[in-house]
């Protein structure tokens, strides 16, 4: 159902969601998180998230840095590094991510933003600056 382990080979903590579960879950601290069953809510997470192949995700939002997707998602995912979708990924909703790796197979239902790298850097002017 729920697994923790303190340490994986590379010393960072881990924690496996197997069951189904419904609500908010936010990290402020870097885990590697794998969902493997149902999940329904927000994830905020820091590290890395890996959505399984079985898994099946209804979020309003998703939230993290890096992002893997085998299973089904239904909802926003905003990625601070990296989303990949996996070949068996299954995605409806927006994504946002500055690297985005979408594998032969990989399904896509939404809009897509990559942000450049002005947009990155520089602060967003307001209509009467830019006149």
């Given at each position: 159902?729920?697994?923790?382990?303190?340490?994986?080979?590379?010393?960072?903590?881990?924690?496996?969601?197997?069951?189904?579960?419904?609500g908010n879950?936010?990290?402020?601290?870097?885990?590697?998180?794998?969902?493997?069953?149902?999940?329904?809510?927000?994830?905020?997470?820091?590290g890395?998230?890996?959505i399984?192949?079985?898994?099946?995700v209804?979020?309003?939002?998703?939230?993290?840095?890096?992002?893997?997707?085998?299973?089904?998602?239904?909802?926003?995912?905003?990625?601070?590094?990296?989303?990949?979708?996996?070949?068996?990924?299954?995605?409806?909703?927006?994504?946002?991510?500055?690297?985005?790796?979408?594998?032969?197979?990989?399904?896509?239902?939404?809009?897509?933003?990559?942000?450049?790298?002005?947009?990155?850097?520089?602060?967003?002017?307001?209509?009467?600056?830019?006149?």
């Amino acid at each position: 159902m729920f697994k923790k382990t303190d340490r994986s080979k590379t010393g960072a903590k881990v924690i496996d969601i197997e069951a189904g579960m419904e609500g908010n879950i936010k990290f402020s601290t870097p885990v590697n998180l794998r969902i493997s069953g149902n999940f329904e809510g927000e994830l905020d997470t820091r590290g890395n998230l890996i959505i399984g192949k079985k898994a099946n995700v209804k979020a309003k939002i998703i939230n993290g840095e890096n992002i893997t997707i085998a299973g089904k998602v239904r909802g926003d995912i905003v990625s601070t590094y990296r989303l990949e979708l996996s070949p068996s990924a299954k995605v409806i909703g927006n994504i946002k991510a500055p690297v985005l790796v979408i594998s032969e197979g990989a399904m896509l239902k939404g809009k897509c933003q990559m942000p450049i790298d002005e947009e990155k850097s520089e602060p967003k002017k307001s209509s009467k600056e830019k006149k």
